[in-house]
């Protein structure tokens, strides 16, 4: 760790800028092995290692597990800091770090199956649900392939959606099952052009059988409903899919950052090809870019941490976060991917061509923030529509997920 991050470190006012201030120091390590975890399709071991070290695996973790329960600010912070450097690191860090969090919603018998075991365990998540299960005394047996597993690859853990139906078809409930990784299979799925360092692969799971003490109902937690035993614990209380969806753009903040701050460093070096400027900085066009790109930057930056200040000012009155409130983080999503795409698009137009060299950090971003802005959870046309029925008092027909 460079002296200068070691300073900071000395002196944190609380612990969660200390979190912020580590994973900032990780920054050089993930940029040096940012190609290499890309062209393998998976986080570079040396960055998984270094976040665990950190204790940045650990951020959501209960304390009673010796985790750092913190808050979702703290969650948008680390992933931010992290994605400026590596954005496929970060998303993994960020959803191992929301798996994490929803372990904590489960019963405590669940928790120490995770954490109590191995308080350095890592679980990775998929919300998707299968069809094929069946009840039997004490838990239901699964099948079925869940796709998009971030952090799969690195995990202990697995929670995979399932969706139960009694004989005549009729649903019975939605769950998140909770399952040890050497339970199932990964299926190398994830050839993309973004995110690839994510290792976003595929999880198989076979007639496998899934206590109930490991099933999380879904919809119970949509209404903030959960059945831990630890309600003293305000950092489990904060709104489900609210919680699920605004983790999801940290890395698009560190994206937007890294963007703005490379294209601003190269500007005095570079002119703008067929005409007089011999330095971008002398044109007033290429000024207004950049003004114009901060400003959706900016946006993007107030929208997520207004959502994470809802949540977690909710969670701590003990409060359940209303449903036009639940909706509203929904359009904040959208609001960020939209700002961050727009502000990297004006970005690379005003870089130039030269942004689409492999060698160019410039492109990497691009492709990463525009394939993480096209996840379902956080997709602009679906969190605006929600937002809008629900400011409307129009009943919502698009998504059970608020």
Known sequence: MKAESQAVLQQPESIEQELVARARALGPLLAKNAQKSEQDRRAHEENINAIREAGLFRLMVPKRFGGHQASIKSHLEVTAALAESCAGTAWVTALTNVCAWFVGLYPRRAQEDVFGANPDARVAGVFTPSNDCRRVEGGLVISGKWYWSSGSLHADWVTVGVMEHDANGAFVGHYLALIPKSDVTIEDTWYTVGMRASGSNCVVAKDLFVPDHRLLDVG?????????????????????????????????????????????????????????????????????????ASQKIDTAHLH??????????????????GYMTRARVRADA?????????????????HGAGTFAEASPLQRIWRDSNTAARHAVVMPAVGIEVYGKALLGVENTVTPLV
Request: charged share 20%; net charge negative; glycine share 4%.
């Open 220 to 292: 119970a937690a949509v209404n903030s409903d959960y059945p831990t035993e630890f309600k003293d614990e305000a950092e489990y209380r904060g709104a489900f899919v609210p919680v699920a969806a605004i983790v999801l753009v940290g890395a698009q903040l560190g994206l937007g950052r890294a963007a703005l701050k490379y294209v601003i460093e190269k500007a005095p070096q570079r002119s703008i090809a067929y005409t007089s400027f011999e330095k971008q900085t002398s044109s007033v066009m290429f000024q207004a870019q950049i003004a114009e």
């Open 334 to 350: 959208a609001v960020v991917v939209n700002s961050i795409t727009e502000a990297i698009n004006i970005l690379i137009s005003a």
């Open 304 to 321: 997520a941490f207004r959502a994470a200040a809802d949540i977690d000012n909710a969670a701590q009155r003990g409060e359940k976060l």
